[in-house]
């Protein structure tokens, strides 16, 4: 609820290039005390623009979504088959005052009223997380609020906390997005050890170049999910790369072998079945990342397993996990599909915890296109 005596919400006028020093944001003894004070009042502010997608939302208590404001320029992306960096950095900065602004109508909050503000600072698209960052610190040194850099890595497993109360460490699971592919064991909060990578695409880049390939859209995920819904999972037998080797992941032989396979069909003059060739590829990446991380869980000795990151919104890894996780007795979590993709709910909730935990914000923050989870 605002308060009154707030003054009105103002139209955020941030400019492009904004130089904070850290003696603008003056932090004493006393506000750095107030950390860990969080209740179900606290409202954080998060900023997400690792990549394509702008977003601000506030997060009220850790788990009440009042705004998620999400400005995608996937459309301007989508003739080239990929994200063009430049292109998504000038469309954060045109996003960005508007969506703050969306967001505080949303939750008829004000600006004053936030407790800290909460921002993506890697990995990602360093044109893209500039803008961001900008913005937050902008603003954390106007509101005179703490300022939490955020690892998108991290939010992304977070997620899990905005909407399932019984979701917590320890647990392994997997973060498998546009830009990662990382099987994780998390024995406690801010805490990661990286079980397996992967060695060459991460898993939705790999969604994203068959489905390319195949002419079926962008982004590829969505698409070939959609269509692989009217196909066959057994009728075509690709690899199941690197099964049995370890908590690795590799896409590229996967690839060829989908690449192989259209071209051998087309050079015998064969009717190629679009909804089959998805189904088959989507059901090899699926089934090697649901045996590799029960596995993780079993030799970890953890009951709870989460997937995270917009490929966790694909329906058959959901699925598959699902199934697999109670043949385990192990308790499977996955965020909804708009929080599995990139959003900044994830960033505030991530936020909060760390405020809870009485984590030191940092006024320094920097973008860190290459910032690992641990
Ligand atoms: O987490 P995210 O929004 O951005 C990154 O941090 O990279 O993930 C985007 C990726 C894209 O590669 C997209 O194709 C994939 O997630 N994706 C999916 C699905 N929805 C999004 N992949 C498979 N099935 C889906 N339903
Ligand atoms: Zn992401």
């Known amino acids: 609820m605002a308060k009154e005596s707030s003054p009105p919400v103002p139209s955020v006028d941030i400019p492009d290039v904004v130089d904070v020093t850290p003696e603008m944001i003056l932090q004493t003894e006393t506000e750095i005390e107030e950390l860990g004070k969080t209740d179900e009042q606290t409202l954080i502010l998060g900023i997400e623009t690792s990549c394509d997608e702008t977003g601000v939302a506030i997060l009220r208590g850790g788990d009440q979504v009042l705004a998620n404001v999400i400005s995608s320029s996937a459309d301007l992306h989508s003739r080239y088959g990929g994200v063009v960096p430049e292109v998504a ?12 602004a969306e967001a505080l109508r949303l939750a008829d909050v004000t600006l004053w009223d936030m407790s800290a503000i909460a921002v993506t600072v890697g990995p990602g698209l360093i044109g893209s997380l500039i803008v961001g960052v900008a913005a937050a610190k902008a603003l954390a040194s106007v509101l005179e609020v703490p300022l939490l850099g955020i690892n998108h890595l991290e939010a992304h497993i977070y997620a899990n906390f905005l909407e399932h109360p019984d979701f917590a460490p320890p647990a392994v699971g997997l973060i498998v997005s546009g830009g990662h592919t990382l099987l994780v064991h998390m024995p406690a909060h801010g805490l990661y050890e990286v079980l397996g990578e992967t060695l060459d695409d991460a898993a939705g880049e790999a969604f994203d170049k068959i489905a390319r390939y195949l002419g079926i859209g962008y982004p590829g995920g969505p698409a070939i999910d959609q269509m692989a819904l009217g196909g066959s999972k057994r009728a075509i037998k690709f690899p199941r790369a690197m099964l049995r080797r370890g908590y690795d992941f590799s896409f590229s032989g996967l690839k060829t072998s989908v690449r192989d396979y259209i071209r051998k069909q087309e050079e015998a003059g064969v009717e190629i079945n679009l909804a089959d060739v998805c189904a088959s590829f989507q059901e090899a990446v699926v089934e090697v990342q649901v045996h590799k991380t029960i596995k993780a869980a079993q030799e970890y000795g953890v ?36 929080y599995c993709t990139d959003n900044a709910a994830m960033v505030a909730c991530c936020g909060h915890y760390r405020f809870e935990r009485g984590i030191r914000p940092d006024p320094n923050i920097d973008p860190d296109p290459n910032l690992h989870l641990a």
């Not at 950095?89 to 703050?100: D, E, G, K, L």
């Open 89 to 100: 950095s000038r469309a954060h900065v045109q996003a960005m005052n508007p969506a703050i």
């Open 303 to 338: 009951t709870n397993v989460f997937v995270s990151g917009g490929v966790a919104a694909n329906s058959r890894l959901r699925e598959l996990m699902g199934v697999m996780c109670e043949e385990s007795e192990l308790k499977l979590f996955y965020p909804s599909p708009v």
